[in-house]
């Protein structure tokens, strides 16, 4: 393989977690008054950290948002992926391909480690992730598209950026893998090729990921 790290996104690239999450992000923010399509809430948050919510809303409105707003949309989400998360399909063969080929692997996401978590636990990808390996952007001061998180997480894998790729399904991630120096294949299961333009590559199915990472 030519690289020495995989790196990948974890929500919509591991876990099938964006519908689920944008959905309740989109209900939430209409019930506080900011009201919030389930299109927008991807096209607007898909990928970010949850300080970008703030930020917008706040540009936006000049309003804030309450203060237990991170607490009371986890709550919802954690519940709800207790009820509906799967794997997106195809992510354990690429696992298991990775861990065949001994090609090491990690995941570097904008959600709490909390959150990737609860992820793994209930999909059963524990199992393929030490705790090591797991990067949030609360390990760093600025979330994807700044390049801090994909830069923390191969000082911390011990592989330079070069020699990394990351796995993204959202334009901010990919943005954020560009500018860390490494190339990014671009998931574009939900995400248009369009949006995605930057990538070294894209690809409409897990399970082709392996083959053409060789």
């Known amino acids: 393989m030519r690289y020495d790290l995989v790196i990948f996104d974890n929500d919509g690239v591991l876990v099938d977690s964006e519908p689920i999450s944008n959905r309740l992000l ?38 804030r948002l ?13 519940a709800a992926f207790e009820r509906e998360l799967k794997p997106v399909a195809g992510a354990v063969e690429v696992l298991e391909r990775l861990v065949a080929d ?28 030490e705790d090591e390996w797991v990067f949030s952007s609360e390990d760093v001061g600025r979330g994807k598209p700044a390049p801090d998180l994909f830069l923390y997480a191969a000082e911390r894998m011990g592989v330079v950026p070069e020699k990394c790729v990351v796995v993204e399904d959202s334009p901010l991630g990919v943005q954020a893998a560009v500018a860390a120096g490494m190339d990014v294949y671009g998931f574009t299961a939900m995400t248009s090729a369009e949006r995605l333009a930057g990538a070294t590559q894209l690809f409409g199915d897990m399970r082709e990921l392996a083959d053409l990472l060789v």
């Open 26 to 63: 989109a209900g939430y923010l209409t019930e506080l008054g900011h009201p919030t399509s389930y299109e927008e809430s991807l096209r607007d948050y898909m990928g970010a950290a949850m300080h970008r919510v703030h930020d917008l809303v706040e540009e936006r409105t000049g309003q």
């Open 66 to 78: 309450p203060d237990d707003f991170d607490d009371v949309f986890h709550a919802r989400v954690f």
């Open 102 to 129: 001994g090609v090491p692997y990690c995941v570097a996401s904008s959600g709490s480690h909390e959150r990737i978590r609860v992820g793994h636990r209930t999909t059963g990808l524990d199992e393929w992730f």
